[in-house]
Nanobody, 123 residues
Framework: VQLVESGGGLVQAGGSLRLSCGAS????????MGWFRQAPGKEREFVAA????????NYTDSVKGRFTISRDNRKNTMYLQMNSLKPEDTGVYYC?????????????????WGQGTQVTVSL
């Protein structure tokens, strides 16, 4: 199983980025998917999750209204559209796959993880 994130980079506050997570080696449509992030010196935190079909999504409060999670099961890819970025959004963003959508904000629930992509938001 391989999850590969891309799309990170350096952006000014107020800008946008779109992250992608390509999956291989698993039945992508059978997995709920999530995005997590980790800032320097902080624990990994939940950002957003999406159910198998994409019909259910959930976000941490700090990104609601700014980030949108989506997936394309035909392309085995998940996305995170990030708008109105803030410096506090800076961190390494990870995608993860979980057979169950239950307790999707808990990192320990996820079976597979990508290597992460760096997002840096400057003032």
């Amino acid at each position: 199983v391989q999850l590969v994130e891309s799309g990170g980079g350096l952006v000014q506050a107020g800008g946008s980025l779109r992250l992608s997570c390509g999956a291989s080696g698993l039945s992508f449509s059978s997995y709920a998917m999530g995005w997590f992030r980790q800032a320097p010196g902080k624990e990994r935190e939940f950002v957003a999750a999406i159910s198998w079909s994409g019909g259910i999504t959930n976000y941490t409060d700090s990104v609601k209204g700014r980030f949108t999670i989506s997936r394309d099961n035909r392309k085995n890819t998940m996305y995170l559209q990030m708008n109105s970025l803030k410096p506090e959004d800076t961190g390494v963003y990870y995608c993860a796959a979980d057979l169950s959508f239950q307790r999707h904000a808990a990192a320990y629930k996820y079976d597979y993880w990508g290597q992460g992509t760096q997002v840096t938001v400057s003032l």
